[in-house]
């Protein structure tokens, strides 16, 4: 019963490093999702999938890049890390229909020196 | 102009009264209305959806929507601390798939 599997959850990292975050999901959602969380900020659309084989930029696109590599993976990339981007990250999947509510990953809290 | 606004409060209420919540969204061709739970640290849980004009009752919490006004709101009855957290109101656009959340509210329920 893993539902929204997010690997890394902590991580460090200095400026200028690249890392992928991970997604996967298991519950056959068509859609996926990519948030950031800042203090008082609530949760910010980074990008989103909306099927298999299509992306699109959310609210804070800039600096970030993703890859939905199949119908389960959906993955976000920082090419060149910067302090403003230290964040909690959270992936998150639906089911197809305007009504399905948005499943959530447990987070990767991201550091950045 | 934010897309999704919310009071970040914090709102204190006693335990037992009925704690109100409210959303305003600038899109007015929105459909879908969601109320998530998060708890400090963890992630958000959903609590109720709504897409109709109208009340929806789930136990101890009623979701309003009222899409003339772009507002929702939640009520929480009998308000329990473990009732306290942030909650954060999300709404689903026009296409369907892009949802914005808005800031969230925090609710403290005193015993």
């Known amino acids: 019963n893993a539902g929204v599997t997010q690997t890394p959850k902590f991580q460090v990292l200095k400026t200028g490093q690249s890392m992928t975050l991970q997604c996967a999901q298991d519950?056959?959602?068509?859609?996926m999702y990519w948030y950031r969380q800042d203090p008082g900020m609530g949760l910010r659309l980074i990008y989103y999938?909306?099927?298999?084989?299509?992306?699109d930029k959310g609210e804070v696109p800039n600096g970030y890049n993703v890859s939905r590599l199949n119908k389960r993976e959906f993955s976000l990339r920082l090419e060149s890390a910067a302090p403003s981007q230290t964040s909690v990250y959270f992936c998150?999947?639906?089911?197809?229909?305007?009504?399905?509510?948005?499943?959530f990953g447990d987070g990767t809290r991201l550091s950045i020196l | 102009q934010k897309e999704v606004e919310q009071n970040s409060g914090p709102l204190s209420v006693p335990e037992g009264a009925i704690a109100s919540l409210n959303c305003t969204y600038s899109d007015r061709g929105s459909q879908s209305f969601f109320w998530y739970r998060q708890y400090s640290g963890k992630s958000p849980e959903l609590i109720m959806f709504?897409?109709?004009?109208g009340d929806k009752e789930d136990g101890r919490f009623t979701a309003q929507l009222n899409k003339a006004s772009q507002y929702v709101s939640l009520l929480i009855r009998d308000s329990q601390p473990s009732d306290s957290a942030t909650y954060l109101c999300?709404?689903?656009?026009?296409?369907?798939?892009?949802?914005?959340f808005g800031a969230g509210t925090r609710l403290f329920v005193k015993a």
């Open positions: 999938s909306a099927s298999e084989g299509t992306t």
């Open positions: 519950m056959n959602h068509n859609s």
């Open positions: 998150a999947s639906s089911g197809r229909g305007g009504d399905q509510p948005q499943h």
């Open positions: 709504i897409y109709s004009n």
């Open positions: 999300a709404v689903r656009n026009t296409g369907g798939f892009k949802t914005i």
